[in-house]
Structure formats: C-alpha cells, structure tokens
C-alpha cells in the first residue's frame, strides 16, 4: 500500500521535527539544562513516541528496538517505566504477566 502525498508530507516533518528534538534535547541534557524543559513538553514526547511505537509494534506484528541503541543507561530506563507503570496505574506484577505472554 503506498503512502498519500499528506502522509508522506505528514512523515516528512515528523523526521525533521524529531532530528531537530532529539539534538536540541541532547544539547539540553549535556548540559545539564533540564530544568528548562517544561514538565508537559517531555510528557508530550513520551507519549506520542510511546503511542506510535506501540501502534507500529501492533499494526505491522513485530518488535523492534524501541530506543536508540546505547543511547539510555539501565537507571533511565528504569525511571522512564516506573514513571510509565504509574501513569497508567499498572504495578510490577502486572507487566510481568504482560510481558512473559507478549510474542518475541
């Protein structure tokens, strides 16, 4: 199925909309500026990168590596899904028994 001009256009700008994020974030984060960053403009990314990786992961029925490889520390991860797991009011145990039914 080919894409629509507006959604290739639509494909388009999220690329440059990410590129330009993700350095203007890294500049932000290497030094140490976060405090900068409005609570609502990380919750943004969060959730719109989490929405199209999971519906990515479901519409084309496969897994793929959700970060950048080598790019977050094992404590980054950790806070990202504790802070996650309480937004959508879900504890350990209940993503342990999602996960170990989850096809790999």
Do not use: C
């Not at 500049?27 to 989490?50: C, I």
């Not at 519906?55 to 790019?71: I, Y």
């Not at 950790?78 to 879900?90: A, C, H």
Request: hydrophobic fraction near 45%.
């Amino acid at each position: 199925m080919s894409s629509s001009k507006p959604e290739a256009a639509a494909v388009q700008r999220l690329e440059d909309a990410v590129n330009t994020a993700f350095a203007a974030a890294s500049e932000l984060l290497a030094k140490d500026a976060t405090a900068a960053v409005s609570d609502d403009v990380v919750q943004r990314l969060l959730t719109v990168g989490t929405k199209l990786y999971a519906r990515k992961a479901e519409l084309e029925r496969r897994n793929f590596e959700p970060l950048v490889p080598q790019s977050i520390t094992a404590t980054d991860a950790v806070t990202v899904m504790s802070g996650m797991l309480d937004s959508v009011n879900l504890t350990t145990f209940d993503l342990s028994m999602w996960v170990d039914g989850r096809p790999r």
